[in-house]
């Protein structure tokens, strides 16, 4: 069983950045993918982005590709999301979680975090 505590949202002004961290607890397992995504109030959650357990391979939502990027420290079992050029539609709940996959399918993550507050001001 592994434990996901996402970091590192607040407030910022449009054009702003932020850096989340997800970092990881208890068991984790080799092979699994990393993932983000993001709720909005009256939203569905929606992918934001993933990385492969290797860090070979990434994928992003066409709203956020150019301007967020995954990444990850395998020694500290922490997967980042670097946020730039924010606009206040990237306001939302941000979730990391886990999958056995590599994939962007909310049905192929089983492990979440409780999530972190993203606020971009107009």
């Known amino acids: 069983q592994v434990q996901l505590v996402e970091s590192g949202g607040g407030l910022v002004q449009a054009g702003g950045s932020l850096r989340l961290s997800c970092a990881a607890s208890?068991?984790?397992?080799?092979?699994?993918?990393t993932g983000w995504f993001r709720q909005a109030p009256g939203k569905d959650r929606e992918f934001v982005a993933a990385?492969?357990?290797?860090?070979?391979?990434?994928v992003y939502a066409e709203s956020v590709k150019d301007r967020f990027t995954i990444s990850r420290d395998s020694a500290k079992n922490t997967v980042y999301l670097q946020m730039n050029s924010l606009k206040p539609e990237d306001t939302a709940v941000y979730y990391c979680?886990?999958?056995?996959?590599?994939?962007?399918?909310?049905?192929?993550?089983?492990?979440w975090g409780e999530g972190t507050q993203v606020t971009v001001s107009s």
């Open positions: 990385i492969s357990w290797s860090g070979m391979t990434t």
């Open positions: 208890g068991r984790t397992f080799s092979g699994y993918t």
């Open positions: 979680a886990k999958s056995p996959r590599y994939s962007r399918a909310l049905p192929d993550f089983s492990s």
